[in-house]
């Protein structure tokens, strides 16, 4: 045995451990070259969406009901039959859903009836039936499907009450007054659903852009604004924000997690006694055979063949979800794409196509928001 081995077999055994102890430990000088640097990097620490085609698990295609005079909130005559309408609310039926819901209540109790059919199963369904429940009506939902398979299952899941819920050339001018009563009530409502399972939620929304965004009127952005509703939305400075990026805002928003918020409110519907019953209505004559005398249509696209409204159109949106990412809890927009962290996903997408019926995921849409997407988080400071 030479000297340094008889040395290294010399140390007591608590030295050794020790020794073996503080190899595995995290080399200070290595992690904190500077601690107050890592304590503070000097700019919002933002953590980076994990982004690959084989981290997708589902695709999905959603309609949304769009008209453009917006949603149809009257009310008519059929028979002996009277039908509230509340449905066509594009991009912002979520957002709405308490507020139009309000809209078409004051409609129903105007009538003095007490047995109201509600037909849809959506989310304008669900909060039209819980806020008729309230008032103290008797409620059954008939619908054709329930969540998961509705439309309302294959949104986003943000406040934004204004997308895509009318085209401003056309709608009345009468509209915006409408939108603005239906948007402060549903805004009120949602604050009594916060902190309840975090089916909604407060994050933080990033608009990330090269330039400043050049607003185009009815392009499917927001054409109406309520200030002073959310949190203001903040400009970051270059120097404090991660992203290689010229104009960037961060407001704080409200999201909403879909599958959890739906079977909520459902629950609390059957809670207060209501029913629900599949039934498909195909023409009037079947509105015509409930025994109900007053019923609210909240059918969304289903409303068009049945009442033939001709403005009703589809605006597809596809969404493609990844396995959700613990850290990553905030929405963000870019140029052709945007992100918002769910507890049941990350859901990536999503464009907008008038007209189009067709339902079937576009891998080649799906590759383009990657790619955008995957370019923004890899210039994106760490
Ligand atoms: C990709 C995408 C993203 C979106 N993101 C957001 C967002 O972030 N925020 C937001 O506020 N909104 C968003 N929206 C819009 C929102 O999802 C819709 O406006 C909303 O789902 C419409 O709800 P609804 O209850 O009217 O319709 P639906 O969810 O379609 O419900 C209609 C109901 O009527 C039933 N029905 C249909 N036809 C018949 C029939 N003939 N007989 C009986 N029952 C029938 C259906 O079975 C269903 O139960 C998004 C939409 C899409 C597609």
């Known amino acids: ?34 601690k107050h640097f890592h304590i503070s990097r000097g700019y919002h620490h933002i953590p980076k969406l994990r982004l690959s085609m084989d981290r997708i698990v589902k695709e999905t295609v959603g309609l949304r009901p769009f008209r453009a005079s917006g949603p149809r909130l009257d009310v008519e005559q059929l028979g002996n039959k009277t039908i509230v309408h509340n449905y066509g609310h594009g991009g912002s039926g979520w957002s709405l859903s308490w507020g139009t819901g309000n809209i078409a209540r004051k409609n129903v109790l105007a009538t003095g009836e007490k047995k109201i059919a509600v037909l849809g199963c959506g989310t304008v369904g669900i909060a039209t039936s819980r806020l008729l ?21 294959l949104a986003t899941g943000t406040w934004s009450p204004a997308s895509r819920v009318c085209d401003k050339k056309i709608a009345k001018p009468e509209f915006q007054t409408i939108w603005e009563d239906a948007t402060r009530f549903s805004f009120r409502r949602f604050q009594f659903l916060l902190g309840m399972n975090d089916i909604a939620t407060w994050a933080e929304e990033y608009s990330v852009f090269r330039q400043e965004p050049v607003y185009v009127p009815g392009a499917g952005g ?33 999201m909403f997690n879909i599958p959890t918020y739906l079977r909520h409110q459902l629950q609390d519907f059957t809670m207060f006694g209501g029913k629900v019953k599949i039934h498909e209505i195909k023409k009037l004559e079947d509105i015509d055979a409930l025994p109900e005398k007053v019923i609210v249509n909240c059918m969304g696209l289903g409303a068009k063949p049945v009442f033939n409204d001709e403005e009703l159109t589809p605006v597809s949106g596809q969404l493609s979800c990844l396995i959700p990412q613990g850290d990553v809890n905030y929405k963000l927009y870019t140029q052709g794409a945007n992100f918002i962290a769910r507890k049941d996903g990350i859901y990536i997408g999503s464009n907008g196509i008038v007209g189009n019926w067709d339902t079937t995921p576009s891998k080649e849409q799906t590759e383009k928001t990657v790619g955008i997407l995957m370019k923004l988080m890899e210039e994106m400071r760490g």
Not at 224 to 252: M, N, Q, S
């Open 222 to 254: 927001e054409d109406f604004e309520i200030e002073g509703l959310l949190p203001e939305r903040v400009r970051l400075e270059k120097k404090e924000h991660p992203f290689k990026a010229d104009y960037v805002t961060r407001r704080t928003n409200i």
């Open 1 to 34: 045995m030479n000297r340094r081995n008889f040395f290294e077999k010399a140390i007591p055994a608590s030295f050794a451990l020790s020794a073996v102890a503080s190899s595995c430990a995290p080399k200070a000088d290595l992690r904190y070259p500077d």
């Open 133 to 153: 429940q309230e008032s103290g009506c008797e409620v059954t939902i008939y619908t054709k499907d329930v969540p998961p398979n509705v439309t309302s299952n």
